[in-house]
């Protein structure tokens, strides 16, 4: 739905880095038009902004949230690292009990935090991939910054706002 807003959680410098990487070398590049990202929210309408402004601003007033790269994802057709985090699922929580009514049924459905690194490849492409990446795959930590407000448009994301945690 063009238009709908996207929040994701900011990855650190180092983590964005290292994962857009990993996304540049295995996404198609025709269908990769935006860079590494950990979505939470995929399409909530636009006219809910001011309202979801005004929660993330209170949201990101704490600590940000301790995470990890806690595995694999075979997506079928790519490949994902499934990310862990008590903290960001409060977080998803948080927002959505606020936003009730207004989520889609693939928001309202709970979320699966991940990282997308490849999608829309054959199975047997993703089944490599995962299979070459699992030989030296270590759980890491990973670092959430902050938490991004984005405008979906058709493919693209523009970028509407950054809101960093600043807590102690």
Same mark, same amino acid.
């Given at each position: 739905m063009a238009g709908a807003l996207i929040v994701t959680a900011e990855l650190g410098p180092q983590d964005f +880095?290292?994962?857009n990487g990993l996304r540049s070398r295995h996404y198609p590049p025709e269908r990769n &038009?935006? %860079? +590494? !990202?950990?979505?939470?929210?995929h399409a909530i309408p636009p006219s809910a902004e001011q309202e979801l402004r005004t929660r993330l601003k209170a949201v990101v007033r704490r600590r940000a949230p *301790? +995470? !990890? *790269?806690? /595995?694999?994802?075979n997506l079928g057709g790519g490949v994902a690292f499934r990310v862990t985090s008590d903290d960001?699922?409060?977080v998803w929580h948080e927002i959505a009990d606020s936003l009730h009514g207004l989520l889609s049924a693939q928001d /309202? /459905? /709970?979320w699966r935090p991940h990282v997308t690194i490849q999608n829309k490849v054959v199975p047997k492409a993703a #089944? &490599?991939?995962i299979d070459s990446l699992q030989k030296a795959?270590? %759980? #890491? %930590?990973?670092? *959430?910054s902050g938490l991004g407000l984005y405008s979906y448009l058709g493919g693209s994301w523009e970028r509407l706002g950054s809101f960093a945690f600043r807590g102690a």
């Open positions: +880095a290292w994962l &038009q935006v %860079p +590494a !990202h950990l979505t939470m929210f *301790i +995470a !990890h *790269i806690a /595995g694999l994802m960001l699922d409060s /309202g /459905g /709970g #089944r &490599q991939l795959f270590e %759980p #890491r %930590p990973l670092k *959430i």
